[in-house]
C-alpha cells in the first residue's frame, strides 16, 4: 500500500463523534494529548495534501524549494506485511498490559503506525523516554536510551543511543586533551541538555566585527532597540568586546530543527522559542559546574511577552543572555573555529548560542 492508503485507512476508522472528542479532549477513553494530536495532525496533513494535489506546478512554485512538504509526506509505498506484523504486535502486546482499556487500543495502535510509516518519527513522546535527536542531512535521527531488542522496539525510528553516547566520549576526551577537564564537563552537560554540536574557542582568538553590528542597525530581524537582550542595549562592540575578554573560553553550542515549511515564519519562530528556552535550562544546570559565566543566545529574548526596555530596567537580568550577533560575532567564522557545522541540511534552520567561562577557575 501507499502511505496515502494506509493514512486514509486510519482516517476512516473514526466518526464525526469521535473526532470532535479528539478535538475537545472530551473522549470517554483513556487517550493521551500524544496520540490524540497524531491523529488530529494526520488528518490535517491529509486535507491540505488532498488540496494541494490539485495545484498545477506553476501554482505550486509560491512554496518553498518548489514543492510543498505536505506533497512529499505521502510519497512512497510501505510493505503490507509490516503494517500489519507492528499492528498485530501492538494489538497483542496491549491487550497483555493494558486489556482493562480494550476501546483505547485503537488509538495507540493507529498514532503508532502513522508515528512509524507515515512520519518516520519514534513511537512514543520525547518525554516519556527522552530520546535525543540529532538532525543529519536535513533530517531527524532519532536516539533511545531505553531501546530494547524486541519485535515493536525494532520498528521504533529511535537508534540505539551508545552509538551517540560513544560518539560523545570521544568528543569529550579530546576536548579535555586540548582544553582541560572544565570544558570536558560542559560539554557533556550541553550534550545531555539536548544540543547538537558544541565546539571550544579561546577567547583571544575571537575576532569581534563592527559591519555585524551595522547589520543588527540595519534592523531585519525587527528586535534593535526593542529588547535588552540586542543592540544597542548590550553596549559597543568595545564594551561587548570587553566583556567577552574577563573570561579565557567560549563554547559554541548549537540546535538544529527540521522544518516542514522553511516559508513558515510561525514554525521558525517556535524553534527559535524552544532554542532559548532550553538555554534558560541550560542556565541553571550551569550553576553546579561554573562560579561564573555568561550564556549568549540568538536574537532577541522572549521571556517577557513585551520587554521593558528603554522605559524600565529589565525584570530577569540575571536571567537575561545577550544576542551572540549583537556583540559583533560573525556565526559562520564562529562555527569554523570551532570545528562545527553552520548548516545542517536543506529545510533545517541552525540556532547557535555560547557559554563564555573560565577554564582555570571554579
Not at 480494550?102 to 495507540?108: F, L, M, R
Not at 543592540?231 to 579565557?248: D, F, H, I, M, Q
Request: glycine share 4%.
Amino acid at each position: 500500500m501507499t502511505k496515502y492508503e494506509l493514512a486514509k485507512n486510519i482516517l476512516s476508522q473514526y466518526d464525526d463523534k469521535e473526532w470532535e472528542g479528539m478535538e475537545k479532549n472530551t473522549l470517554d477513553l483513556p487517550v493521551n494529548e500524544h496520540n490524540r494530536n497524531v491523529h488530529l495532525e494526520l488528518r490535517d496533513a491529509i486535507n491540505k495534501y488532498e488540496e494541494l494535489g490539485t495545484l498545477s506546478p506553476k501554482e505550486r512554485r509560491r512554496f518553498s524549494f518548489g514543492k510543498p512538504a505536505v506533497l512529499t509526506l505521502f510519497e512512497g509505498d510501505i510493505e503490507d506485511e509490516k503494517v500489519i506484523e507492528l499492528k498485530s504486535s501492538l494489538e497483542e502486546y496491549l491487550d497483555e498490559v493494558w486489556a482493562e482499556a480494550k476501546p483505547s487500543h485503537k488509538y495507540i495502535v493507529n498514532a503508532s503506525l502513522v508515528l512509524t510509516f507515515i512520519l518516520e518519527s519514534p513511537m512514543h513522546p520525547e518525554s516519556s523516554v527522552h530520546f535525543l535527536t540529532r538532525v543529519e542531512d536535513g533530517k531527524n535521527i532519532y536516539y533511545c536510551p531505553h531501546k530494547e531488542n524486541s519485535l515493536i522496539c525494532s520498528y521504533c525510528k529511535c537508534r540505539f543511543a551508545d552509538e551517540l553516547y560513544k560518539k560523545w566520549d570521544e568528543k569529550e576526551k579530546e576536548t579535555k586533551e586540548a582544553f582541560g577537564d572544565l570544558s570536558s564537563k560542559l560539554q557533556h552537560i550541553l550534550f545531555e541538555a539536548g544540543f547538537q554540536e558544541c565546539g571550544v574557542i579561546k577567547t583571544s582568538e575571537l575576532d569581534f566585527h563592527d559591519e555585524v553590528r551595522t547589520q543588527c542597525e540595519k534592523n531585519s530581524c525587527r528586535q534593535y532597540g526593542r529588547t535588552w537582550a540586542c543592540p544597542p542595549a548590550v553596549g559597543t562592540v568595545a564594551e561587548c568586546k570587553e566583556r567577552v575578554l574577563k573570561y579565557s573560553h567560549m563554547m559554541l553550542f548549537s540546535k538544529a530543527y527540521v522544518l516542514a515549511d522553511t516559508m513558515d515564519l510561525e514554525e521558525m519562530a517556535r524553534s527559535m522559542s524552544d532554542f532559548k528556552k532550553q538555554d534558560r535550562i541550560l542556565d541553571d544546570k550551569l550553576k553546579d559546574l561554573l562560579k561564573t559565566f555568561q550564556i549568549l543566545s540568538n536574537e532577541s529574548c522572549d521571556r517577557c511577552k513585551k520587554c521593558s526596555y528603554p522605559d524600565e530596567p529589565c525584570r530577569f537580568p540575571e536571567a537575561l543572555h545577550h544576542s551572540i550577533e549583537g556583540y559583533g560575532f560573525n556565526v559562520l567564522e564562529l562555527s569554523r573555529k570551532a570545528a562545527m557545522k553552520y548548516i545542517n541540511g536543506q529545510s533545517t534552520a541552525t540556532f547557535f548560542g555560547a557559554v563564555l567561562y573560565n577554564e582555570d577557575k571554579r
